[in-house]
Each structure stands twice: as C-alpha cells, then as structure tokens.
C-alpha cells in the first residue's frame, strides 16, 4: 500500500520531536523525500504543507524547508493549588471526576526535543513515557490528553512502568521512592494539535483548532525533575483561570495589614 501525506508527515514530525533534525536544519528536499518514502511529489507536498500548518517548518526562500526556530518563552507564575482525594493528587477541580478512557499506553522512547531543556536531559536522552487519554467516564468523551515523561533511570524496573501504578498513581509511588515531598511548577501555552491529537480529543475536522497546552514540571527537594506532564485540550472548550490577589504594593491605604479571606 502506497505510504499517505499523513505518515510522511508523522515520521518528520517524529523526528523534529527527537531533535534528529533540529531549530534551523534543512528538511531534504522534496524529490529526496520522494525517494526515500517511495511516493509521488504531490504526496510529499501535502505532507510538508501540513507540517507548515502545525508550525514545525516554514518555506525559506533559495533554502527549502527549514525547521521552525521557536522563541524562548518567558514564564508568569501565577498562584495555585495541588489537592488530593482517595484516588491521589489532582491540579485541577473541574478535571476530578475525569478518569483514563482506555488503559495507559506505556513506552520507553526519546524525550521530545522541546522539552528535554525543561527535565534537565540530553537530545536524546531516554525516558519512560505514559500515555493517556482523560474524560467523563459516563459520556465517554475525551477531554484531554496527557503525557507523563519520567527518567529512565528513575523509572526502570520499577511500578511506575507498569499500566497499573497502584493506589495514589506515580506521585505516591515516586514519594515512596524517596522523592518526597514533591513540588510542581507549571506553564501555560498553544499550538496546532497534529492530525493524531484532533483525532483523539474529536476536534472538528474542517476547523483548524489549537491545542491549550499545560506543561507541568515534578521535582524532588534537591530540585531534580522526576516527571514532566505535558496534558493538551481544545482550546476552544477550556481556558486557564486563575484567583487574583492582593500584593502588599496593592493594599488599600486603610487596609489592617490583615490578609483577604481568599489567602
């Protein structure tokens, strides 16, 4: 069978990803393409052409198809909350309810070039990844999909490689293994979700909606990250809320000094 756009395309984006071709490389060119996937030239057009869509690469005039250099982000930390109930650890109340709508897909692979930077590890470096895809276990439908990445060399040969991590999932587990107690940091962003991600969370085919993106950072005392989740939704169902408060360089002249009830 005759390799589609979408496969040309999950492979390059695969290998973006896994930092093989690298912010500035020059993608081969197009009837490079042709003869290393065995199809015809409108085939690996649309499979760049949709890479382009994601944002991955962009057309450089006399240079080809380049991949796409990203600004370094700049982080607002905003106050928030973990909270826990019987099953263990939660960041987010409306999300409580919602449970894995299929069993976690579970992998050993290489970390995500984009993300490598924020755990502290190579390009290329290997680490166990958990897949999952979260919803109302009622409706069965999908709300979000989250991806757990942890070192190799914390999780090897050890629960948090298996489907079932037991009770309180990988945070209780990585407690227990010493990594107590554990601190979260996260950041807020978008982009294009990829043809398998609309897939998944049932994003309109014919509406190019972006993905909120939720980067969540896990580390130990010594400051080491032990997990990273990277949890994506439709932007155009979610968005990010956050309480308000007071500084002291915002108090009101005639403020007691006391803290507001939401502190």
């Not at 499979?47 to 796409?68: M, N, P, S």
């Not at 370094?72 to 109930?85: H, L």
Request: glycine share 8%; no cysteine.
């Amino acid at each position: 069978m005759p390799v589609s756009y979408r496969e040309i395309a999950a492979d390059l984006r695969q290998q973006i990803s896994e930092g093989r071709y690298l912010p500035g490389d020059k993608l081969p060119m197009l009837t490079e393409l042709q003869e290393q996937y065995g199809a015809g030239y409108q085939t690996v057009r649309s499979a760049i052409t949709l890479l382009e869509q994601e944002g991955l690469v962009v057309a450089v005039r006399r240079r080809g198809t380049i991949v796409r250099e990203r600004p370094e982000k700049r982080r607002i930390t905003r106050s928030r909350q973990v909270f826990r109930d019987e099953v263990g650890y939660f960041f987010d109340q409306t999300a409580q309810t919602w449970a894995a709508l299929e069993t976690p897909t579970i992998r050993w692979g290489v970390i995500p070039v984009d993300l490598a930077g924020l755990m502290g590890l190579d390009t290329g470096a290997e680490v166990l990844i958990r897949d999952r895809v979260m919803g109302d276990p009622e409706t069965r439908k999908p709300k979000q999909l989250a991806t757990s990445y942890l070192p190799a060399d914390i999780a090897r040969g050890t629960q948090l490689a298996e489907a079932d991590t037991g009770p309180g999932g990988i945070y209780d587990r990585l407690e227990e293994m010493g990594h107590r107690p554990l601190r979260w940091s996260e950041g807020v962003s978008a982009r294009m979700p990829s043809p398998e991600e609309a897939e998944a969370l049932n994003l309109p085919a014919d509406v190019g909606v972006p993905l909120l993106r939720v980067v969540r950072v896990t580390t130990s005392p010594d400051g080491r990250v032990v997990e990273l989740n990277d949890t994506r939704m439709s932007a155009e169902e979610f968005e990010i809320g956050y309480s308000i408060r007071r500084h002291t360089s915002a108090r009101l002249a005639d403020d007691d000094g006391e803290p507001d009830d939401d502190h």
